[in-house]
């Protein structure tokens, strides 16, 4: 039976027969909101939705189909239904995704950062700042992990308008744990106040504005992440 539980902030949505992580949900929602609300410095309101089979939880992603198959997708935003997520309950999280239970938590956070994002930006952001900020905000980079990838994969080099040139499907988990340290890197030398004035610029040039506010080119960027980040200096 669909219940919906109301946290003031957030309503959210779950089978009440079959959920078996009421409290987690409860206390990742809140974790994550309060970790959001405390960056952001504003705070908002939304809706989260816990789904039990595959196909219900793919429904809104377009296509559809990539959710369906790509295991890897256990959680996500999307921009035309502002302020609502959509979640693979916690309940069947292991059986039905490649993600663990006890990344739940982190996970909830990410997804409440991509609407606080979402609220302040002007333009579409690089998947290097849309993802990656989130990373950092909930801390879910695992530096030996990024390291173990880098050798095998290599680094992920930017493109036109910081993209990444490298195949996203073939580099999942690169893309998103690089990302989260490229940011972690820029939060701890340049500061939240300017990553903040950078997502909500609204120039239109995405590498301009990035050099004007943070007094770096791109591949500066790339080259001092990566210097720091051998030497584990951040
Ligand atoms: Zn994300």
Redesign the pocket.
């Known amino acids: 039976m669909l219940k919906v539980e109301d946290l003031g902030f957030c309503e959210f949505s779950y089978d009440g027969e079959k959920e078996q992580f009421k409290d987690l949900i409860v206390q990742s929602i809140t974790e994550g909101y309060k970790r959001n609300v405390g960056f952001f410095g504003f705070e908002l309101k939304f809706k989260v939705f816990f789904y039990y089979t595959r196909e219900e939880f793919s429904k809104n992603w377009i296509p559809p189909e990539y959710a369906l198959e790509n295991k890897w997708l256990s959680a996500y935003a999307i921009k035309t239904l502002k302020n609502q997520l959509f979640f693979l309950s916690p309940t069947v999280l292991e059986e039905l995704s490649n993600n663990k239970l006890d990344r739940f938590q982190k996970t909830t956070g990410?997804?409440i950062s991509?609407l606080f994002i979402r609220e302040i930006q002007s333009n579409d952001l690089p998947f290097v700042f849309k993802?990656g900020l989130?990373y950092a905000i909930n801390s879910q980079t695992n530096e030996n992990w990024v390291i173990e990838l880098i050798e095998k994969q290599g680094a992920l080099l930017f493109g036109a308008d910081f993209e990444f040139t490298s195949d996203f499907d073939s580099h999942v988990t690169l893309f998103y744990q690089q990302s989260g340290s490229m940011i972690k890197w820029l939060l701890e030398k340049k500061g939240k106040k300017k990553l903040i004035e950078f997502i909500k610029g609204n120039d239109s040039s995405i590498t301009a504005a990035f050099e004007r506010i943070f007094s770096l080119s791109k591949e500066e960027f790339f080259e001092s992440w990566l210097k720091d980040f051998k030497e584990k200096s951040f």
Do not use: S, V
Request: no cysteine.
């Open positions: 990410h997804e991509h993802e989130p």
